[in-house]
Nanobody, 118 residues
Framework: QVQLQESGPGLVKPSQTLSLTCTVSGGSITTTNYYWTWIRQPPGKGLEWMGAIAWQGNEHYNPSLQSRTSISRDTSKNQFSLQLSSVTPEDTAVYYC??????????WGQGTQVTVSS
């Protein structure tokens, strides 16, 4: 059973870069046909898909965030990471990593709160 765990700072200052890592266990991030995804939920709002990195390393981004978002991976550590630059208080949210397969998100991390504040 695959498990995902987010890690990273809980507080980021405005204009800085938010960096989070998702550590995956119980399955490889290079397994064919899986996408490793970042999703966030601002307070009082719905879930927002931010982007994903595919099993072969291709990256996919939400067009509304693409200019500020970068997703990378370290296959030796079975981790994938999110960087969101030039953050504002509107980027305050619970950030989740998840696995997508067969057009369904079938495994989630527990989520991590990130607050953007000076």
């Amino acid at each position: 059973q695959v498990q995902l765990q987010e890690s990273g700072p809980g507080l980021v200052k405005p204009s800085q870069t938010l960096s989070l890592t998702c550590t995956v266990s119980g399955g490889s991030i290079t397994t064919t046909n899986y996408y490793w995804t970042w999703i966030r939920q601002p307070p009082g709002k719905g879930l927002e898909w931010m982007g994903a990195i595919a099993w072969q390393g291709n990256e996919h981004y939400n067009p509304s965030l693409q200019s500020r978002t970068s997703i990378s991976r370290d296959t030796s550590k079975n981790q994938f990471s999110l960087q969101l630059s030039s953050v504002t208080p509107e980027d305050t949210a619970v950030y989740y990593c998840a696995r997508e397969g067969d057009n369904a998100l079938d495994a989630w991390g527990q989520g991590t709160q990130v607050t953007v504040s000076s």
